[in-house]
């Protein structure tokens, strides 16, 4: 029988329960306080009846009422902090990559990077038996990152039930290794990145560059070479960026090494090589390292595809950047490479849920596989759990989610509260039976050449999204920070 799965629903981390967020039990707490203070003095039963009303009447409205496919609140912080960001220019960005220089080493000066990305990034390079690999250190997250480039098992749709739960069981085991094994690797993002390629761009080359003066028995054996070659209309890469959280234990054993800067690398080169090696367990093969250029590549192509991935000329930690990033449009950001001349422009959601009924093994493959011509990345974050930390928090989410349902006698149950019970409950079952525990958000950005063409795009990734069941929320006035989260940087995660 092949294996399927549910995915709990998204429960807020609130204070007191699971049904609001920290902010929304404030203003409704709040709430209540103004009531009983507005009931205490203000004179006569009418103004009275009125001040509570009218104080809890708009608290409730600001955080339970739906509010252009949210509430009130939440569009009062994104609005607010969005505003900021434009009165102050940030919005706006112009790399000074150009008028940087370099240090005496030779190693190229950090720049300012575009909003959304986290600040005062340093570059780490570390070696292992794979090669160098570029680590970055986050002050503000905590957290070094660092990325590798994967390929996954081939014809996976077309494996029998068996071979389909192998290899998933190898993936689990992965998972489950990496989080139980004592090491330090917290975080795991995975990053498809879909990009369509032109399929006769090597016939149009080859027609460019024939002689007229050729012999025609000699063209017309070019012809038939080029009739045989195989070109693939897509180019699909995926990429594994693992998180290490920094902390006292790994600082201190940093500074046993001649400097620090030499220490984490030493360090974190050990666990990434570890990782490495583990791959192959999981049928996942190692393809390359992405050291300072290769990395740097990446990000300037996630912000502008028409600097290639595989182009690392001149590529580093300064110009890494785009040459231009204009994120001032709401439903949409602007970003131009630094060998282009007309900006590419982007468009980023978050996976609100997960399917809650049960979907097979490939339920994205819908979004990942059968949608064509598009430019897209859909990052998915992992925070890797200790078995008996994972079966906590389950446990604690189905305790909410039986405790606020409505079992009134005499009330038809809501069938969307019994799925959803369901869905935990089954998280929970599959846990104490020896499941990898995961906490996961994800992210999906497309990017198009011009604004008209991406309002197409965003439409097909949605009816795709659609089809794999999962539901997608377009993040408008916070375009720059979503975007963030499709980049090899392991962020878009709540941490505790």
Known sequence: MDRVFAFPRPRPRGLLGRRFEMDEQLVLLGGIVLSVGLLATLPGIPLKILGCLGAAGTCIWVTMVPYKGRTFLRWFEIRRTYRRLLRDGKLLYKSTAPFAGRRRDGTPVPVAQPVGVPESLEWITAKTAYGDIAVLLQPTQSMFVTCIEVEGAKNF??????????????????????????????????????????????????????????????????????DMVSVYAEDRRLFLVLGIPYTQELSAEALTYKTLHDGYAEVLGKEVEQFIRGLGGAQLRWVRNLDEPALASLIHHTYAPDHWINDTRGMDRASCWPAEMDAREPTRMAARSWEGADPWYTATAWIKQFPVLPVGVNFMAPLLLYVSDVILTVGVTMRLLPADKALEDAMADVTNEAGQADNHPGKIIDPREERELGASASTMHDLANGAAGVRLTGWVAVTAPDPELLVQHRNTVRAAAVKSQLALEWCDSEQYRAFANTLPMVTGLLKD
């Open 157 to 226: 749709g077309g494996l029998d039930g068996a071979d389909k739960e192998a290899l998933i069981s190898a993936y689990e085991y992965l998972l489950k290794e990496t989080a139980e094994s004592g090491g330090r690797i917290e975080y795991v993002q995975w990053l498809a990145r879909l990009l369509p390629t032109d399929p006769n761009a090597h016939a149009h080359d080859a027609a460019a560059r024939r002689d007229p003066a050729a012999p025609s028995w000699l063209s017309d054996s070019y012809d038939e070479l080029v």
